[in-house]
């Protein structure tokens, strides 16, 4: 690799893991309190430089995958494929964040020799490295993907059981890789962590310190997800999930995630 195209790579990857660590922190401010004005103003700062990245990276061409990529994270789509220019701010931000991570990942295998550059196609993030199961990796993987468009399509339902059930599994991941003796100190229940309600793995994974108090937001049928699932995996029908239901679960799963690979 040329010289002076490494030391560029080399220049960006800090940079852009700098974008990614403050998205990380406002999208925590702005999930706490989304009419927050010192949160919504640094929020516009941190925009505006993700955009001047974004552009360089892309060559100032807007057709380029990372600049569609970038505006595509402004948008929400509805059922019928109408798009609404309206998103909750800490989702702009879980977004945003999604297009730097995958800017790292195309940077990181041009420097390490990959085949692709950052001007090929998209390379898929990695969201679930932080998970220990390697063979839960690509189940969660695809079920995150799942849910986002379900929520774009307006399944509002399906999207917050999917986004539950991949939160049950990293926590529950989590758990099982600190072992039950490390987990003693936090009045744990008799039994496999895997047989625990949803709620005991939640709160024994924030009394041993895996997990923040982000969970504290998740509405009360996503507490239930599990007793509201068949025994088909099929959800209750009755049910009625709402998009700020969905949209609260999808946001409690980021803050999870964050918590679980701080180093995202």
């Known amino acids: ?24 922190r406002l999208r925590e401010a702005l999930v706490a309190d989304p009419s927050s004005r010192s949160a919504l103003a640094a929020n516009r700062i941190w925009q505006q430089d993700c955009a001047i990245t ?79 199961n390697l063979e839960l990796r690509p189940i969660v993987e695809q079920a995150y993907a799942e849910s986002r468009r379900a929520f774009e399509q307006g399944s509002f339902d399906l999207a917050l059981f999917t986004s539950c059930g991949i939160l049950e599994a990293i926590v529950t991941d989590a758990l099982e890789h600190q072992g039950l003796s490390g987990l003693a100190a936090a009045d744990m229940p008799e039994g496999k962590i895997e047989d625990w309600a949803f709620e005991t793995r939640l709160a024994i994974a924030e009394k041993v310190g895996l997990i923040h108090g982000g969970c504290a937001r998740l509405p009360p049928v996503a507490r239930r997800y599990r007793d509201l699932t068949g025994a088909d995996g099929k959800q209750d029908p009755k049910v009625t999930v709402s998009e700020r239901e969905a949209r609260l679960a999808a946001q409690v799963l980021h803050v999870v995630m964050r918590d679980l690979d701080p180093g995202r």
């Open 1 to 24: 690799m040329d010289e002076s195209l490494r030391a560029q790579i080399d220049t960006y990857l800090p940079h852009l893991e700098g974008l990614i660590q403050r998205g990380g």
């Open 54 to 132: 974004i552009n360089q990276l892309s060559g100032g061409s807007k057709a380029h995958w990372l600049a569609r990529s970038y505006s595509e994270a402004f948008l929400m789509r509805a059922a019928a494929g109408r798009v609404v220019e309206a998103a909750a701010p800490a989702e702009i931000v879980n977004r945003i964040v999604d297009v730097l991570e995958q800017a790292v990942a195309s940077l990181s295998g041009m420097r390490d020799g990959q085949a692709g550059s950052i001007s090929s196609e998209a390379p898929a993030p990695r969201r679930f490295d932080f998970v220990h």
